[in-house]
């Protein structure tokens, strides 16, 4: 929840700088780290992401001490470049098709950024969390 909306935030970012791609992120520990998206930098002055990876284990966050402790959760601002990326064939772990390893491609292979997004962060991945996100959004909307 934020005054500017975070898409909105991607998009004025993304203007500025012609990517072919924006993730959204937050700073978070390891717990958050591992339900999502992990990112290596390529450059914090230009917010240049190297890779990513999808919902690293809490071992491979501590063997490999590069990545960030900045969590991508599913907020992006996408170019059709995605498309070279995201195919049937293209499946990782579990035999799933991830759009974090398209994202992953095009960090790799084109220029992808990452903005901190502003606001507070909720996750809904559980029913408590997902009530204390929706009691959050009452109050500051309805109450």
Do not use: C
Not at 7 to 24: A, R, T
Not at 92 to 103: F, I, M, S, V, Y
Not at 118 to 125: A, D, I, N
């Amino acid at each position: 929840m934020s005054e500017v909306p975070g898409i909105k935030q991607l998009i004025d970012y993304h203007n500025n700088v012609n990517s072919d791609g924006v993730l959204g992120v937050i700073k978070a520990g390891p717990e958050l780290l591992t339900k999502g998206g992990v990112l290596k930098i390529k450059s914090y002055d230009e917010n240049k992401v190297e890779l990513i990876k999808e919902k690293p284990s809490l071992d491979e966050l501590r063997k490999d001490t590069s990545y960030a402790n900045l969590y991508s959760f599913g907020r992006y601002l996408l170019t059709p470049k995605l498309f070279d990326y995201l195919k049937a064939d293209a499946t990782g772990r579990d035999g799933e098709l991830w759009l974090q390893d398209a994202n992953d491609q095009i960090a790799r292979n084109y220029d992808m950024r990452f903005l901190e997004l502003e606001g507070e962060f909720y996750t809904t991945g559980d029913p408590a969390k997902y009530f204390e996100a929706q009691n959050a959004y009452m109050k500051k909307y309805f109450l």
